[in-house]
Nanobody, 122 residues
Framework: QLQAFGGGLVQAGGSLRLSCAAS????????MGWFRQAPGKTREIVSA????????YYADSVKGRFTISRDNAKNTVYLQMNNLKPEDTAVYYC?????????????????WGQGTQVTVSS
């Protein structure tokens, strides 16, 4: 089970850190990803990390502003979001994949958290 939290309302240019805590099993060997879904849009990949955090992916829209990290001892993955923009407003979901290397495809992820709302005001 995955639970995402840390969302909220922030002004443009501000920062938030999302956390995704896993329970029920160890996700230390899993690929972890962050997706987001804005109203009226499809769910899209934001960032992903392989099991040890040494291989990561970022969508072009968040490169240089977001950072994914993980603490396998705590079974937790984070998404540090800086310089937030109104277009970052969405529900953010964490997900876990049993694949060896990270994937950007939603269908490759096996476990999903419930989502946390991020709203960025202009």
């Amino acid at each position: 089970q995955l639970q995402a939290f840390g969302g909220g309302l922030v002004q443009a240019g501000g920062s938030l850190r999302l956390s995704c805590a896993a329970s029920g099993r160890s996700f230390s060997s899993y690929v972890m990803g962050w997706f987001r879904q804005a109203p009226g849009k499809t769910r899209e990949i934001v960032s992903a990390s392989n099991w040890n955090g040494r291989s990561t992916y970022y969508a072009d829209s968040v490169k240089g502003r977001f950072t994914i990290s993980r603490d396998n001892a705590k079974n937790t993955v984070y998404l540090q979001m800086n310089n937030l923009k109104p277009e970052d407003t969405a529900v953010y979901y964490c997900a876990a994949s049993e694949r060896y290397s990270y994937s950007t495809r939603r269908d490759d992820y096996d476990y999903w958290g419930q989502g946390t709302q991020v709203t960025v005001s202009s």
